[in-house]
T-cell receptor, first 114, second 113 residues
Framework: AQSVTQLDSHVSVSEGTPVLLRCNYS??????LFWYVQHPNKGLQLLLK??????LVKGINGFEAEFKKSETSFHLTKPSAHMSDAAEYFC????????????FGKGTRLHILP | NAGVTQTPKFQVLKTGQSMTLQCAQD?????MYWYRQDPGMGLRLIYY???????DKGEVPNGYNVSRLNKREFSLRLESAAPSQTSVYFC????????????FGEGSWLTVV
C-alpha cells in the first residue's frame, strides 16, 4: 500500500532564511510525486511535480524538490523564505498502476518570522 | 473554462439527514476523487474513480457512497449524516497519466449539527 509521511507538522523560519519541508513516501510501484500549497481560506495550488524525468524539480515561487529513490524522500526546499510563503504544504503521492490512487500527507504548516 | 465544479458550497445538516455533494469536470478526465479535509489530518481520500463505471474505496469510506454517473460527474452521498462528518470536502479530477496535474474544486463546507 502506498503512504506519504510529512515529518513536521509545523516549521518556523525567519524571513530570508532557507526552507526545508520533509516528505517520505512508501510505494510498491514507481510513483509520481507532487507538492501542493494551500494559503489560509484558499484552494490548493500546484507547486511542482516529479514524474520520473529529472530528479531535481523546480516549481513556482522559487521552490524546488529532489526525488531520492534510495531514501524514498521528496523534500521541498527554498533558498530564501518570504512572508508570502506562510501557508500549509502538502506532499502527494500518485500510483497509476491498476487504479489511480492519490494520497496526501497530513500537511506541514510553514510559519515565517519577521 | 470551469474546471472542477462542486455544489453546494455550504450546507448545514441535522444528524441523520441525507445529502449529496455534486461534482462535475469539463476537462474530459478519466480519474475523479473525493477528499475530506480536517485540521491536522490533511486531505483524506474517501472514494475515487479511475474511469467511468468504476469506483474504489479510499482511506475513510465509512458513512459515504459515491456514483460515477458519467465521465463528467462524480457524486458523494451521505446517507445518514453524523457530526463526525463535519468537514470541508474537495472533489478533484485528473487525466490518468502519473504526471498530470490534479485539479481541485473550491470545496464544500459541510456542518452536521
Amino acid at each position: 500500500a502506498q503512504s506519504v509521511t510529512q515529518l513536521d507538522s509545523h516549521v518556523s523560519v525567519s524571513e530570508g532564511t532557507p526552507v526545508l519541508l520533509r516528505c517520505n513516501y512508501s510505494s510498491s510501484y514507481s510513483p509520481s510525486l507532487f507538492w501542493y500549497v494551500q494559503h489560509p481560506n484558499k484552494g490548493l495550488q500546484l507547486l511542482l511535480k516529479y514524474t520520473s524525468a529529472a530528479t531535481l524539480v523546480k516549481g513556482i515561487n522559487g521552490f524546488e524538490a529532489e526525488f531520492k529513490k534510495s531514501e524514498t524522500s521528496f523534500h521541498l526546499t527554498k533558498p530564501s523564505a518570504h512572508m508570502s510563503d506562510a501557508a500549509e504544504y502538502f506532499c502527494v503521492v500518485r500510483i497509476e498502476y491498476r487504479d489511480d490512487k492519490i494520497i496526501f500527507g497530513k500537511g506541514t504548516r510553514l510559519h515565517i518570522l519577521p | 473554462n470551469a474546471g472542477v465544479t462542486q455544489t453546494p458550497k455550504f450546507q448545514v445538516l441535522k444528524t441523520g439527514q441525507s445529502m449529496t455533494l455534486q461534482c462535475a469536470q469539463d476537462m474530459n478526465h478519466n480519474s475523479m476523487y473525493w477528499y475530506r479535509q480536517d485540521p491536522g489530518m490533511g486531505l483524506r481520500l474517501i472514494y475515487y474513480s479511475a474511469s467511468e463505471g468504476t469506483t474504489d474505496k479510499g482511506e475513510v469510506p465509512n458513512g459515504y457512497n459515491v456514483s460515477r454517473l458519467n465521465k463528467r460527474e462524480f457524486s458523494l452521498r451521505l446517507e445518514s449524516a453524523a457530526p463526525s462528518q463535519t468537514s470541508v470536502y474537495f472533489c478533484a479530477s485528473s487525466e490518468r497519466q502519473g504526471g498530470n496535474t490534479i485539479y481541485f474544486g473550491e470545496g464544500s463546507w459541510l456542518t452536521v449539527v
